[in-house]
């Protein structure tokens, strides 16, 4: 079984910057794509952001040169930098992994505030 540890989450002015990190651990053999989504309260979840095992990135168009997102093969983690922080940003953030061609995992959950 694989766990997945998140932080970085907190408060933080509009126009401020939050890091994420979500290392993985447990019983991998290897990890597909990681990602990160948030859910606002009221709103459905929705993906953020997305980097394959290749280094291929995607990102939500609302996000878009504002947030990048990286992983450390070596230490089965993923990073979301988020710059430029907006109020509607406000959200729990998950990560979430793909792993062992077949499954997935989410992380606990961690809350970004933007406000002044």
């Known amino acids: 079984q694989v766990q997945l540890v998140e932080s970085g989450g907190g408060l933080v002015q509009p126009g401020g910057s939050l890091r994420l990190s979500c290392a993985a651990s447990?019983?991998?053999?290897?990890?597909?794509?990681m990602g990160w989504y948030r859910q606002a309260p009221g709103k459905e979840r929705e993906l953020v952001a997305a980097i394959s095992s290749g280094g291929t990135t995607n990102y939500a168009d609302s996000v878009q040169g504002r947030f990048t997102i990286s992983r450390d093969n070596a230490r089965n983690t993923v990073y979301l930098q988020m710059n430029s922080l907006k109020p509607e940003d406000t959200a729990v953030y998950y990560c979430n992994v793909r792993y062992n061609r077949f499954s997935e995992a989410w992380g606990q959950g961690t809350l970004v505030t933007v406000s002044s």
């Open positions: 447990g019983t991998i053999f290897s990890i597909n794509a």
